[in-house]
């Protein structure tokens, strides 16, 4: 599946030009950290890991900026908290920023 993306957001868009899901997120810490804030996909995509793969996206791009991640919605806290190497770029308030 192609992915779109534009600043703070992932998503695809259906044959007729429509947003059929999408992540959204918001730069913390003057950028160094991207909040997690909403995943959703139209339920004619839903259970295919669309949603799985836009977050592998976020977290690949994040990887290679050096950017930590704050996961806010209830689906990116899930993904983080079964999965390790997400959990190594994870950012709490009052962490530190190296």
């Known amino acids: 599946m192609e992915f779109e993306i534009e600043d703070r ?3 695809h868009l259906n044959p007729t ?9 918001q730069p913390l810490e003057n950028g160094r950290v991207w909040s997690i804030d909403s995943t959703n996909v139209r339920p004619e995509l839903q259970g295919q890991g669309v949603a799985g793969q836009m977050l592998a996206l976020l977290v690949e791009r ?8 704050r996961p806010v919605c209830s689906y ?14 994870e950012w709490h308030d009052g962490d530190p920023l190296d």
């Open 9 to 11: 957001r992932i998503f």
């Open 17 to 25: 030009q429509e947003v059929d899901a999408e992540l959204t997120y």
């Open 62 to 69: 994040a990887q290679q900026q050096g950017i930590k991640l």
């Open 76 to 89: 990116a806290k899930k993904k983080f908290m079964q999965n390790a190497e997400y959990q190594k770029l």
